[in-house]
């Protein structure tokens, strides 16, 4: 199932094929992949996974964005942000506002079509940054060795260890769509980064 579903989605790959480190070159989004193949509705989350996202984002949740993100050799990665529907949210000094960390209303999961490690990149994760409810992108982050991130905001210095998800095709991440997070650098000379991202959303 996993190399059918890659197969699919190299049809619509149109990137540069040599080594460069122009993103716009390097990388595409595929969206709406129900659309593209039956394939991609066998490789979702098993039921039971499903059914403990009920608990949290009520019993009629839905998959609001199905996509795959192609990152190939030499492509760069994202910077740290977050997902719909929080960007899109009330915001006031970068913190959304009228809303509590504690009912969120987007959980995701990542499906590995490549094997991700510390050269292809690795799915970063931000542990407890959704505690904050800010807007990473509209802060001045600095990284440093240790896997750290440093900024400040409101007078105070903030300083939060970086997760390095890596594993072998097929995994599954599961994540809360507010932490902060980002696709890493594909530093390979030859190997594709292909992930699949599901969007799961409160029914409202």
Known sequence: NLKIATSQILKYDNTEKKFTTEKRKKQFYLNNLFKIHKIFEKILPKEKILKKYSNVLGPNFFCG????????????????????????????????????????????????????????????IIPGSQKLQLDPLSLNISEQKGNFIIFKKGGKSFKYKIKKFTGKKGTIFLFNGLAWHRAGDNLSPKQNRITLLLQFLSNH
Do not use: C, E, V
Not at 72 to 98: E, L
Not at 108 to 119: N, R, T, V, W
């Open 65 to 124: 964005f199905y996509g795959a993100n192609f990152l190939g050799p030499g492509a760069r990665g994202q910077r740290f942000h977050f997902d719909y529907p929080y960007p899109t949210m009330y915001r006031k000094n970068g913190i959304i506002q009228n809303f509590n960390y504690k009912s969120p209303i987007n959980l995701q999961a990542i499906i590995l079509l490549s094997d991700l490690d510390d050269i292809t990149g690795s799915t970063d």
